[in-house]
């Protein structure tokens, strides 16, 4: 498998609690039947490298604002983004 540098946790509540998921490059759908744990749950996240855009859809449907670069995002409603609402992200 060829590295992907891009790389996000993603987290269930507010500063880093809860369940968590590494994504690598992007994540069409959070809602997949194979784990859908995380959709429509995140509400803070560690961007870890790349820039990344997140959507409140799946298949990058309906983007927020903000691209985030590396870095802590310990609540989502601090950067523009709705708590417990979003289903899809890129590394852009
Ligand atoms: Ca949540
Ligand atoms: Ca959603």
């Known amino acids: ?37 995380l959709n429509d749950k995140i509400s803070s996240f560690i961007v870890l490298s ?14 927020y604002d903000r691209t985030f670069a590396p870095g802590e995002y310990s609540w989502v409603v601090d950067f523009g983004v709705e708590n417990d609402n979003v289903s899809s992200l890129k590394a852009v």
């Open 1 to 37: 498998m060829a590295h992907r540098k891009e790389h996000i946790i993603v987290f269930e509540h507010r500063n880093f609690r809860g369940q968590h998921r590494h994504i690598f490059g992007e994540e069409s759908n959070l809602n997949h039947s194979e784990d859908n744990t």
């Open 50 to 63: 790349g820039d990344w855009k997140l959507y409140r859809h799946a298949n990058f449907s309906t983007a």
